[in-house]
């Protein structure tokens, strides 16, 4: 008698990227205390009604008002909670860099200069990354895909940061080369959301990018 091999399940996890909703700048706080405008608690709002939230197992974001109060209308009617985690927050900075010809200046060189830092006290888009990547695997090990009679669904997390550390993972997963990043950068939205899926080897594709569903 031959013995049959266990069936594998592929870990495919697929995680819902979203950038938070609009801000509200001040030069005088550090952007890791801004919070959203009137506008950006609207589309908050509007972001939670997307049914493509339904099957997330949990809601994350950096611990920012900005991106907590993004997912918050998303997890509340999902009888869910925001967990806040730091591997989600947003690129070190210590706040404003002038003008916005400067700041551009600024991206640009996280960008290009990925092993640097770009600006007094800024966290570079590499240390970055792996800060981001650790919290994904963190997430990958505690989500597994849900079995069930007849279908795999994939371990399925929302995670809400800023645009600046989307850019800085998504390229170096995705092979995007510096002008490939900035063009995606400055077309983020607020919000804006992709979903990424992610092998079992850790490779990862877009299924559904940027700027695709409107909010």
């Not at 266990?6 to 509200?24: D, E, K, N």
């Not at 550090?30 to 959203?36: G, T, Y």
């Not at 918050?72 to 900075?93: H, K, L, M, N, Y």
């Not at 919000?191 to 992610?198: F, I, K, N, Q």
Request: hydrophobic content about 40%; glycine content about 8%; charged content about 25%.
């Amino acid at each position: 008698m031959t013995e049959t091999s266990p069936v594998q399940i592929p870990r495919r996890h697929r995680l819902i990227l979203v950038r938070h909703a609009r801000s509200a700048p001040d030069p005088a706080r550090n952007p890791r205390e801004w919070d959203l405008t009137e506008e950006g608690h609207g589309a908050a709002r509007r972001l939670s009604a997307l049914g493509l939230l339904d099957r997330a197992d949990a809601f994350y974001a950096g611990p920012e008002p900005k991106m907590v109060h993004t997912l918050e209308p998303a997890a509340t009617i999902r009888d869910r909670s925001v967990r806040e985690d730091p591997a989600f927050a947003e690129t070190g900075s210590e706040g404003w860099v002038g003008g916005e010809a400067e700041f551009q200046k600024t991206i640009q060189r996280f960008v290009e200069r990925a092993d640097q830092p770009t600006a007094p006290g800024w966290e570079t888009a590499v240390a970055a990354r792996e800060r981001f990547s650790a919290g994904v695997e963190r997430l990958r090990a505690e989500y597994e895909p849900n079995v069930s009679r007849d279908r795999v669904l994939p371990g399925t997390v929302v995670i809400c940061t800023g645009g600046r550390m989307l850019a800085a993972y998504l390229s170096h997963l995705l092979f995007w080369t510096p002008e490939e990043t900035l063009t995606r950068w400055h077309s983020l939205r607020m919000p804006d959301l992709a979903v990424l899926e992610l092998a079992e080897d850790g490779q990862g594709h877009i299924v559904i990018p940027f700027g695709t569903l409107t909010v």
